[in-house]
């Protein structure tokens, strides 16, 4: 109960941090487009008062307006291409690192999903074999039982007879067990 517990909460920050990192992304994505439209539209601005300025009557300038237009033109929209070139890749990047995020917290919600889904009874009976007196004992017969017990403790020979009694019952073992267990103390 406690292990799914345990589980639920890894999932839960896992999720409430991919949740926060994608919200950051998200955030910064819009930012960075703002910023380009600003920078638009003040070099648009600044286009127009430019233009306004070669255009005024009397200017030195407005011989060469025509041909400075054009170039200021060219020069305003390289910068408007460069600048959407530079919110699609950073949109890119945002977008690739977002995946990777959610892969990888996938990832790891996956492997301790899995570490937590293994059925109790498999760790019980692997803490029960790894202290048990006598390995491998529900597979064995009573003459194997029977073989083994000349080897343990008395404490050893209770905790034998508790689980048989529990388990298998098998008479023969019990009293063969309680023999030992007089005999010994």
Do not use: C
């Not at 600044?46 to 300038?61: A, E, H, K, V």
């Not at 390289?78 to 996938?106: I, L, R």
Request: proline fraction near 2%.
């Amino acid at each position: 109960m406690m292990d799914r517990n345990a589980s639920g909460g890894l999932e839960h920050e896992a999720r409430g941090a991919q949740e926060e990192w994608l919200g950051a992304m998200r955030s910064l994505a819009e930012r960075i487009q703002k910023q380009q439209e600003l920078s638009q539209q003040m070099t648009q601005e600044l286009i127009n008062t430019y233009m306004q300025l070669l255009n005024t009557p009397g200017s030195y300038l407005s011989g060469q307006a025509e041909q400075q237009q054009q170039t200021l033109q060219q020069t305003a929209q390289q910068w408007m291409e460069q600048a959407q070139q530079q919110q699609q890749s950073f949109q890119q990047q945002a977008q690739q690192q977002q995946q990777s995020f959610q892969q990888m917290t996938q990832e790891v919600v996956s492997t301790y999903s899995q570490l937590f889904n293994i059925p109790i009874s498999y760790a019980k009976e692997g803490i029960k074999d790894a202290r048990f007196p006598i390995e491998g004992y529900d597979d064995l017969t009573v003459e194997e039982v029977n073989a083994r017990l000349g080897l343990l403790s008395a404490e050893d020979l209770r905790e034998v007879r508790d689980y048989e009694e529990r388990n298998k019952n098998r008479e023969t073992i019990l009293e063969q067990l309680d023999r030992r267990i007089r005999g010994g103390s």
